[in-house]
């Protein structure tokens, strides 16, 4: 399926690795025209230079735990460039840990790295999708929206809070030809999943070609998704043929979630 995404801007949050890094790629394939959002403006770069006709791309330096900040750089980027078609919303998850010792600062981070920022990403994007009757919002959560993960607790109450939030703006929306949906990965070959691999093996004894052998057992596909996995489904999603999916949880993992 070609999703044709000329003449569309996307704008791409955490897009210097994994799953964001992919589905910029695509997207940019794609015949998008992106702006790639992080904190390592050389990371950023590097990224820009690499994608599909790179002198089409740019970026914004920004670090979602400012929210503040994050505003008013792309308040003056629309103001000098242009609106954008598709947002996707992907920022690093919280911290592993047991909700029972979280701390309220944990808490805090996560709402404003993802919530928060979230929030004034769409109310920034939103006039300029009315005004083009086209708009996509997709927003990268985890599959702990649909069954809570062990260890996870900060991410999994971050996590639904988002997916409640997306569902609503997706009601409000929609009649002006924008969609809101979410995509959520299972255990996918990130950085993230790395570091969790490596502290399971570290508290438990085990080698991390251990631990990672033990968590492919609860994957009906008997694997870890690609970032380009998730990335397929986002571009999906993004694309004109997906115009009357709206406000939906899209598990992207391999049929690891017991639940419908």
Not at 12 to 28: E, Q, R
Not at 177 to 197: E, M
Request: aromatic residues 6%; hydrophobic residues 40%; contains cysteine.
């Amino acid at each position: 399926m070609n999703f044709n995404l000329k003449n569309k801007n996307a704008l791409v949050c955490g897009s210097t690795a994994g799953i964001g890094k992919a589905t910029a790629f695509l997207l940019a394939e794609e015949g998008a025209t992106l702006t790639l959002v992080a904190r390592n403006e050389e990371k950023l770069k590097q990224v820009c230079s690499e994608l599909p006709n790179p002198e089409r791309h740019t970026y914004i330096v920004a670090d979602f735990s400012n929210p503040t900040n994050l505003k008013t750089k792309l308040d003056e980027f629309i103001r000098t460039h242009h609106g954008f078609h598709i947002l996707v919303n992907n920022t690093g998850g919280p911290a592993a840990g047991p909700i029972s010792t979280a701390t309220l600062d944990e808490f805090e981070l996560a709402f404003t790295q993802h919530l928060k920022c979230n929030q004034l990403l769409a109310q920034t994007v939103v006039p300029f999708m009315k005004e083009a009757t086209f708009g996509r919002i997709i927003n990268i959560i985890s599959t702990s929206v649909k069954q809570p993960l062990d260890g996870l607790g900060v991410s999994n109450t971050t996590r639904g809070a988002v997916a409640n939030w997306s569902k609503t703006w997706s009601n409000e929306v929609a009649k002006f030809g924008i969609t809101v949906n979410n995509v959520l990965p299972g255990a996918t070959a990130t950085d993230r999943l790395f570091d969790i691999l490596k502290n399971t093996a570290e508290n438990s004894g085990k080698t991390e070609d251990d631990v990672a052998e033990d968590l492919k057992q609860n994957i009906p596909a008997n694997r870890f998704a690609a970032p380009e996995d998730i990335a397929n489904a986002v571009a999906f999603l993004a694309s004109e043929q997906a115009g009357y999916i709206n406000g939906i949880n899209l598990p992207v993992d391999g049929g690891r979630t017991k639940s419908l």
